[in-house]
């Protein structure tokens, strides 16, 4: 009987380029981004200039983690307590916790089949809120139709802010996710695109909304150290209105990240060859059954979902599991590692009976697809799914 033994938690090493000059800063000791001698730029500053160049956006903000990036840029944006944010049903916890961090009070999104947020949901919720804030999360990397979302965001003077986490280098219609709102929202936590153990960054266009993310970052008046960032004449406007919330990334992290960005592209394409192999068997698989995507999406393939028409999805991740495949639910009542449904965040108070969202949820499936497997990997791992459903 077939068993795969790699771990899907294994990422690759971080480029040697990186261990170099994260050897070089831990001799120098000037981990803290604002720590330089006279002529040196901090890597933190250089990592906002790289990123903001790869992702075609003015500005950049390096923080802590990808949940910093989301509350930040919310209350950056002008979310205050009590503000209604719409946001997708079906999302990772720190989504829900961030908009719940800057006081505001999530409005909660049916998704669709493909796991993209309901468009008509989306838009019968934009005007019966009257919310003007969409946090809208491209979970798992499933873009949906942005010049619809757009358009609704439009109609009804909503500012969005997009959840990149794991977009990270794809786009839609040839135009980079993030791109679409006010601002974007990126995640460099060890299982997204770039891995600095933790790390976020912030991408937007706007001046004023990037001055007060870098103060609300935690810049002190040192703003002006700052990579890819707003003139002064803007930080002059808003630096007494913004609080410092203590999130700075450390040059440490940002040369990690750095490090790996030449190589994002590269990382892309052969994620996206593990995803295809993955997708063609289990497709063959007659009791699954995986959505197209769309044409016009690039999509990073780092994970992949799929619906199990199956008596007892716990049943046949067991008996995965105990063949070394490790497969996720995102249908099961109690929350579970890195998933959880909506009607666990109790926090938020009682929300919406999402009948539609439980019932896409309840035959979800999701695996993470790390790149230190092979094609081969992939191919072994949807014979021992079909292995198992079939026996
Ligand atoms: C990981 C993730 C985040 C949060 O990123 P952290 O860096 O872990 O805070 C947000 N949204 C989605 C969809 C994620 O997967």
Redesign the pocket.
Known sequence: MERFEKPFTQQEPIPEEGIARAMEILQNGRLHRYNVVEGETAEATLLEEDYAAYQGAKYCVAVT??????QISLRAAGCKPGDKVLTNAY??A??PG?IHAVGGVPVLIEIDQNWHIDLDHLAAQASASGAKFLML????GHIPDMERITRICQDHGITMIE?C??TMGASWHGTRSGNFGKAA?F???T??HMNSG???LITTDDAELAARAVITSGSYMLYGAHGARPDEATFERIKLDAPNCSARLDNLRAALIRSQLPHLDDQIARWNDRYRALGAGLRDIPQLSLPKRAQHEAYVGSSIQFHAHVPDIPAFMADCAARGVDIKWFGADTPKA?TSRYDSWEYLGPQPDLKQTKSVLATTCDMRVPLTFSVEDCQKITRIIGDVIGS
């Open positions: 983690s990808g949940g910093q990036a989301m999302t990772l720190p989504v961030a999360s491209l979970m798992r959840d986490a794991h929202c995640s460099t936590q299982y997204k933790e790390g976020g890195f």
